[in-house]
């Protein structure tokens, strides 16, 4: 029995890259489906989001699988190897599962402490139990990383502090100008992290808010 996690995330890779590699929503159930065909491979889930993309597989063996879940990353994204090597980084056994719980305590993110995360990591788990690519000891392992993360916010302080990137930028923004009444504000793209910045902003009372975004139907539907 062999746990593994292969990877990158915004401690190694820029966002460029990790772009390059995140797995649309829809085509999730074909990649978990892909790598649970690999020999070897008994279960898996991936986790996918703007910080990090990440495969997390367990075989019945102890052959080294971290090679061939490389190889798929690049093959699925139609990329180079050699490309997305130098980001990628390899975890089995312990310390497969030790980052497993830290991820999904927000342990290992951008904003320590913030609560996306446990609910993308739910996400993921759901998307690979409805494709039939978890059904045992790495279910386990998931589901009790759920109550490790809760265990970590009610025990610690973690979430004492800025609960999300958006919202360390808004108290940023608020630290530079003083206030944010009657300031102009742009917001980049139209996404949930550009979404959860406009409540903040607004809570803060942000002015005049502008959104601009690839998709003019999504940018007005946010505005």
């Known amino acids: 029995m062999n746990f593994v996690v292969t990877g990158l995330s915004h401690k190694t890779a820029p ?27 008994r279960e898996v889930m991936i986790l996918s989001t703007c910080n990090r993309v990440e495969i997390v597989a367990r075989t019945e063996t102890d052959s080294d699988l971290t090679p ?33 719980f830290r991820v999904a305590s927000s342990l290992d993110s951008m904003i320590v402490g ?6 993308q990591v739910k996400a993921a788990y759901a998307t690979a139990r409805a ?32 609960v999300s990137v958006s919202y360390a930028a808004v108290e940023l923004a608020r630290k530079i100008f003083g206030t944010l009444e009657n300031k102009c504000i ?17 809570n803060n009372e942000g002015a005049q808010i502008f959104v601009t975004n690839r998709t003019a139907a999504r940018a007005q539907e946010l505005a």
């Open 114 to 119: 913030e609560t996306q995360i446990l609910g």
């Open 68 to 100: 061939a879940l490389a190889e798929f990353l690049a093959d699925f994204h139609r990329l180079s190897l050699s490309h997305i090597a130098p980001h990628l980084y390899h975890l089995r056994q312990r310390e497969a599962l030790r980052h497993l």
């Open 15 to 41: 966002i460029e890259v990790r772009e390059q590699l995140a797995f649309p929503e829809g085509r999730l159930p074909e990649a978990l489906r892909l790598v649970a065909s690999l020999g070897g491979v």
């Open 186 to 202: 742009l917001l980049v793209g139209a996404g949930k992290m550009s979404e959860l910045a406009a409540r903040h902003l607004l």
């Open 131 to 162: 494709t039939g690519t978890l059904r045992g000891l790495l279910e386990e392992a998931i589901t009790r990383s759920f109550s490790v993360a809760k265990r970590v916010r009610t025990e610690t302080g973690v979430a004492a502090s800025a």
